[in-house]
């Protein structure tokens, strides 16, 4: 079976929708299936990289269209990046797809799927979308500017003549299935694959004698870590007030690792309130994930409210893995607080309490065997439901359904 997936960002690139493609296109080919990507020349966090156009990555086929190089700090330079990407990638697709190939759209850029359901149609192919988030309607929930009113509503009819010509939408989540649902969606063209993290390359590592502690010279300190991109869908103002509280343990240390639009206002609004007890490191190395994300005692996850349903943050099943207690700044009633609490591996915070932020941080921080408690419940939830081999196996049914375009519901593997 051939299949084809397009997105605007794949290996080596450290963006979540790049690992998580990453991951599965060889999972696949390894299954023998015949995997090409077409993707971009660029990193997410280096806009004027050149990466080579055309190459082969463990087996899969990679072909790099060329874009333009603004990058993500201007507006209008990165419409003119999507706009770019999406000439590129469609004439590419029209050239490599055929009739029978499984054609799967992400979301990067948002609105892929459109041109992706043109050349699916065109050629005989058949469509599944991987919806990683809902566009226009994140856009509009963080009020970014030419998108909500009158002009999103164009742009959701083509969203959604996507979404109903795809064989197959694959959610992220249960609350985003059930949006899918809202849209008008058959049931039988919705399944729910979760994100995953690789089980065997992140695993639960000691805290005596790590050696990244050692190296940011961490090893007598409590470690609160954000780890991953700092965008704008999370909520930064809790952890902020909660380091506030906390500037007088010398033994609690916040560590932000990573990157993202809002990495500079943070560390700017840290610096005006003379938080010392605030660290920052860049992005580490997939081959040094592992390492970096056991390097703290617990794991920070944040997410707007607003946004509950439309995006699911990746960050969650990675810090999972690595078997160390979860803090969820978020809604009580979304996708990730119900498994925290369900599966005991850490605590719900509502946006805006950073006083209760810092109550469970100093809770964790006094009491080991509670967090290591947390830390093993994390980790028995990964291996249940989220490895990257069950998230494989799954979307090995997904394709496979497609390709026969049974019209059934393949197994929510993951659900």
Request: glycine share 12%; proline share 5%; hydrophobic share 40%.
């Amino acid at each position: 079976m051939r299949v084809l997936f397009v997105n605007r960002f794949f290996y080596p690139d450290h963006s979540a929708t790049s690992q998580m493609l990453t991951d599965l296109a060889g999972d696949l080919r390894r299954a023998e299936f015949d995997v090409t990507v077409i993707t971009g020349r660029q990193r997410i966090d280096e806009p004027g990289a050149r990466l080579p156009a055309r190459e082969q990555v463990g087996g899969v086929d990679v072909h790099r269209v060329w874009s333009t190089r603004f990058g993500r700090s201007t507006l209008p330079g990165r419409g003119m990046d999507y706009l770019s990407f999406y000439l590129g990638a469609g004439w590419r697709l029209v050239r490599e797809c055929r009739a029978g190939d499984v054609l799967v759209a992400k979301t990067d850029p948002p609105l892929i799927s459109v041109v992706a359901g043109w050349v699916a149609r065109w050629r005989g192919a058949r469509l599944v979308n991987w919806v990683h988030d809902l566009f226009p309607e994140i856009a509009e929930r963080l009020g970014v500017r030419f998108v909500g009113g009158p002009f999103a509503r164009p742009l959701r009819a083509l969203r959604d003549r996507s979404l109903m010509g795809a064989s197959c939408n694959v959610a992220i989540g249960s609350a985003m299935a059930t949006k899918l649902s809202d849209l008008g969606i058959p049931e039988n063209r919705v399944s729910i694959i979760h994100n995953w993290a690789d089980g065997e390359a992140i695993r639960p590592m000691p805290l005596a004698g790590h050696g990244l502690r050692e190296a940011w010279k961490l090893e007598n300190s409590f470690v609160v870590a954000y780890s991953g991109n700092m965008g704008y869908a999370h909520e930064f103002d809790t952890i902020l007030d909660a380091a506030d509280r906390l500037r007088g343990r010398e033994d609690v240390v916040f560590l932000f690792i990573g990157g993202g639009v809002r990495r500079e206002s943070i560390e700017a609004q840290a610096g005006r309130r003379g938080l010392a007890n605030i660290r920052f490191e860049p992005y580490q190395p997939r081959e040094r994930l592992g390492e970096s994300l056991t390097a703290a005692n617990a794991h920070l996850v944040s997410l707007l409210p607003r946004l509950e349903g439309l995006m699911v943050p990746s960050k969650f099943y990675g810090i999972a893995a690595a078997g160390r207690p979860i803090l969820f700044i978020g809604a009580s009633d979304g996708e990730l607080a119900p498994l925290v609490g369900e599966s005991a591996c850490g605590y719900r915070v509502a946006p805006g309490q950073g006083d209760v932020l810092a109550d469970r941080i100093e809770t964790l921080a006094g009491d080991p065997a509670l967090a290591r408690r947390q830390g093993e419940a994390a980790r028995r939830l990964f291996e249940q439901r989220f490895d990257r081999r069950l998230a494989a196996e799954a979307w090995g049914g997904v394709l496979r359904s497609a390709c026969a375009d049974t019209g059934s519901r393949p197994d929510e593997v993951l659900g």
